[in-house]
C-alpha cells in the first residue's frame, strides 16, 4: 500500500550572499520580516571555490540578531578544520561538500556531537549515487543546481534529477533527511523543484532583488504548492 502523507510545508531559506554584506543585519531583518524560514550562510574560501565571503564571527554576532534557523554552506577545502567553529557560533545545519571530504561519515557524526545537524553537499558533476552509503547519518542533502561560487547563476535544470532520485531513496529506505536546492531558484524555476521534491529552496538573488520580498516569498510559496498538488508518488518524509 502506497501512503501519501499530506503536503509539507516548503522552507525557503534566502542566502545573505546576495544582500549588501555592509548591513547585514537589516539583510538578517528582511528575510524574517517577507517570512523566510532559514537564513542561509554561504561561506567561501577563494580554494573550493573561487570567491571569498565570511567566517565564524560573522555568523555569531548575527546569530543573536534572529530567531531563525540558520543554515550554513561550506564551500571550503577541509571542512573538518572548520565544523567546531560554525558550531560554536551557532550555527543549526552545517552543510560540507562530497568533493571536499574523504571520512564524510566521521565529519557528519562530529557535526551531530557538536550539537548542530549535519548536511552533505554535491556539486553539479556529482552523482547522488556518491553520497548513497552517507544518507542515514544526515539531516540535510544540499543538491547544488548551479557550479558554486557565485549567486545569480542560472539553474542547470539536469541537477532536478538527483533531486527526484534522493527523494525516491529517502521513502525506500525509510530516511528523513530534509533535501535543498541552492543555485537558480527564481519564479520560474520554482516550479520544477517543487516536482522534483525538494523541501528547502535557498534563493540569493532572487529574493534579495525583488521590490517586495515579501510578495516574492508568498508568490513561490503558492507557486510550489500548486506544482506540487496532484504531484502522487510516495510522501518525502520529514524529520520533526
Ligand atoms: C552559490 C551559493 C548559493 C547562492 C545562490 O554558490 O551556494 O547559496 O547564494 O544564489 P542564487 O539564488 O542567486 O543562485
Ligand atoms: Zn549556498
Not at 571555490?49 to 534572529?66: A, I, Q, Y
Not at 545545519?93 to 545537524?117: N, Q
Not at 561560487?149 to 534522493?166: E, M, R, T
Not at 535557498?202 to 513561490?220: H, P, T, Y
Amino acid at each position: 500500500m502506497i501512503l501519501y502523507a499530506p503536503m509539507e510545508e516548503p522552507i525557503f531559506a534566502p542566502s545573505l550572499l546576495s544582500s549588501d554584506f555592509s548591513d547585514l543585519r537589516s539583510s538578517v531583518g528582511a528575510i524574517e520580516a517577507a517570512g523566510g524560514d532559514w537564513v542561509h550562510l554561504d561561506v567561501m574560501d577563494g580554494r573550493f571555490v573561487p570567491n571569498l565571503t565570511f567566517g565564524p564571527k560573522m555568523v555569531s554576532d548575527l546569530r543573536p540578531r534572529t530567531g531563525l534557523p540558520m543554515d550554513v554552506h561550506l564551500m571550503t577545502v577541509e571542512p573538518e578544520r572548520l565544523v567546531a567553529a560554525f558550531a560554536g557560533a551557532g550555527a543549526d545545519y552545517i552543510t560540507f561538500h562530497a568533493e571536499a571530504c574523504v571520512h564524510a561519515h566521521r565529519l557528519a557524526e562530529d557535526i551531530r556531537s557538536l550539537g548542530a545537524k549535519p548536511g552533505i553537499a554535491i556539486v553539479p558533476s556529482t552523482p547522488a549515487s556518491l553520497i548513497a552509503e552517507l544518507l542515514p547519518f544526515v539531516d540535510l542533502v544540499l543538491v547544488m543546481t548551479v557550479d558554486p561560487g557565485f549567486g545569480g547563476q542560472s539553474l542547470i535544470p539536469a541537477c532536478l534529477d538527483k533531486c527526484s532520485a534522493l527523494a525516491r531513496a529517502r521513502a525506500e529506505r525509510g530516511l528523513s533527511f530534509l533535501i535543498s536546492v541552492d543555485g537558480g531558484i527564481n519564479a520560474e524555476t520554482i516550479r520544477a523543484a517543487s516536482a522534483a521534491w525538494a523541501d528547502v529552496l535557498v534563493m540569493g538573488s532572487a529574493f534579495f532583488s525583488a521590490a517586495d520580498q515579501a510578495a516574492a516569498l508568498r508568490e513561490a510559496r503558492a507557486t510550489f504548492k500548486a506544482a506540487r498538488t496532484g504531484q502522487g508518488g510516495p510522501a518525502p518524509a520529514r524529520p520533526h
